[in-house]
């Protein structure tokens, strides 16, 4: 009785994993399919004028696609907690070898 009980909690855990996988997944890849057809055209040398400062718009560039932060909270000023900036490529500080 107790293996069943745990295979059917282990069975309702991989259920619940798989669901929010999937539905994260789905709307991490929506908001990126999003910024490329918002920024398509969009010039990489322009990118520092989005530097969130003195009320600009707070874009970043992460894998060659442009993300618009500006109405995030963790991006007020441009900055990430001081430790990134808006208007930059943050692939190679964000990129884990």
């Known amino acids: 009785m107790l293996l069943f009980i745990k295979l059917l909690f282990f069975g309702v855990m991989l259920t619940l994993a798989l669901l929010a996988v999937t539905i994260i997944n789905k709307r991490m890849r929506q908001q990126a399919s999003h910024s490329r057809e918002k920024n398509d055209g969009f010039r ?3 990118l520092s004028n989005y530097d969130g400062k003195e009320g600009r718009p707070a874009y970043v560039l992460f894998r060659k696609v442009v993300y618009d932060l500006t109405n995030s909270p963790q991006w007020k000023g441009g900055s990430h907690f001081g430790e990134h900036a808006a208007g930059e490529d943050l ?6 070898d």
Not at 91 to 96: C, K, R, V
């Open 44 to 46: 990489i040398k322009d």
């Open 91 to 96: 692939t190679s500080a964000l990129i884990i």
